[in-house]
């Protein structure tokens, strides 16, 4: 489990291809700190399991599906991303909660600068965008984020000074593709909600239930 707190901008060193996976070679300093064999490390929002270490880096494998599901086949040697270590159990949660598990990707179609933030706006498919809400949060790249505005076919996140500095967000351009996690608190009630529609057994969790009991 994560944040969305960046802890350290890395750099990719080297990318083997391995038929249709990957192995990431990750430079990077913080990281390594306490760093362990079958660790969690987020790269750019995607849990990823440390396979081996030494004093410069780790490595990781990329399943087929996540090269898929993710923007981590676009990674080339130089490339820089966002690392985060799993939560610690005494850590302060100070983004929201983040799986590491990407739901799609999102493709950057303007940046405008607004006194000394600058305007994100995203497109994405209409299956992610639909748990995209104004002032809920959101992960790009690993990133907490919250939303600020939505329309039918994109969204907007507002980048304050400190996380551009602290991310590789200052690197992004229009056009460039971004991981996206949606916040999994709206998928799990939709899911409670439709179970059961098409069995025997109703679920006990309806919308009036909800209404019923404060939500």
């Not at 192995?23 to 990823?48: P, T």
């Not at 880096?57 to 820089?80: I, Q, W, Y």
């Not at 270590?85 to 983040?98: E, P, S, T």
Request: hydrophobic residues 40%.
């Amino acid at each position: 489990m994560f944040t969305g707190m960046i802890e350290e901008i890395g750099t990719i060193s080297a990318v083997n291809k391995i038929a249709a996976a990957a192995v990431l070679s990750i430079q990077c300093q913080k990281i390594l700190e306490d760093i362990r064999l079958g660790d969690s490390i987020a790269v750019n929002g995607v849990c990823l399991t440390v396979t081996s270490f030494d004093e410069a880096g780790f490595t990781a494998d990329v399943m087929h599906e996540t090269l898929n599901r993710s923007s981590l086949g676009c990674l080339k040697p130089g490339s820089h991303v966002n690392l985060e270590r799993a939560m610690a159990v005494c850590g302060r949660f100070g983004g929201h909660i983040v799986s590491g598990h990407i739901d799609g990707t999102g493709k950057i179609t303007s940046l405008k600068r607004d006194a000394n933030a600058i305007w994100y706006t995203i497109t994405c498919e209409k299956q992610l965008l639909r748990y995209i809400i104004e002032k809920g949060s959101i992960a790009i790249d690993g990133i907490s984020l919250t939303v600020a505005k939505v329309t039918r076919e994109t969204f907007s996140v507002s980048i304050i000074p400190h996380t551009l500095t602290e991310t590789i967000l200052s690197e992004k351009k229009a056009g460039d593709t971004i991981n996206l996690e949606n916040d999994c608190i709206g998928k799990y009630v939709e899911r409670f909600m439709q179970f059961g529609k098409n069995a025997q057994e109703e679920s006990k969790i309806t919308e009036n239930f909800l209404i019923e009991n404060g939500f």
